[in-house]
């Protein structure tokens, strides 16, 4: 047999695989969309979830954080772990206090706080809860607070109590 014979038959069954493969762009795409998700799921951060701890008193006296409008505290009664004011709400995460600016475009609550404040590495949401014979008022009510992180991910949640100045 001479080399031709066999290289013609290999060149063809080459050409007519390549071919389909070309003609099934189905596949391609279905291909492609996988390939895409594979790299969205690497490119995320591992989740880490957010711990606050209380702001103490001590630390709302160095800081001037007193002056803050609202405050969320748990049910547990200690203190604030998050403080509300007109532009600006804190958060005090393994000893380091986070600032957040508060978003103009949510709900204002009493002492022109925010519903919701932006960080440089995600965002804080304070939200009511329904009233179920807690006696709530407008400087006081149940609430939860919401925290995100950067990627939009629920990091920490708490049910607690909202309490305002004025």
Known sequence: ????ALAVPVTLMGAMLNACQKKDPERKAQQDAHDVAMVERMSRAPFKP?????ITADVRERYGLDRA??????????GPLFLAGSREGFLNIAGDIKRYAA???TAVLPG???TTYIGLSGWADL???PDQGTGADQKRWPARLILHDAQERIAYTADGTVTCKG
């Not at 047999?1 to 031709?4: A, D, E, N, P, T």
């Not at 409008?69 to 200690?78: N, S």
């Open 1 to 4: 047999m001479k080399f031709w």
């Open 50 to 54: 957010i711990v606050p701890s209380p």
């Open 69 to 78: 409008a609202c405050a969320f505290r748990k049910k547990d009664g200690r």
């Open 103 to 105: 978003k103009a475009e």
């Open 112 to 114: 022109h706080a925010r």
């Open 127 to 129: 939200v009511r809860l």
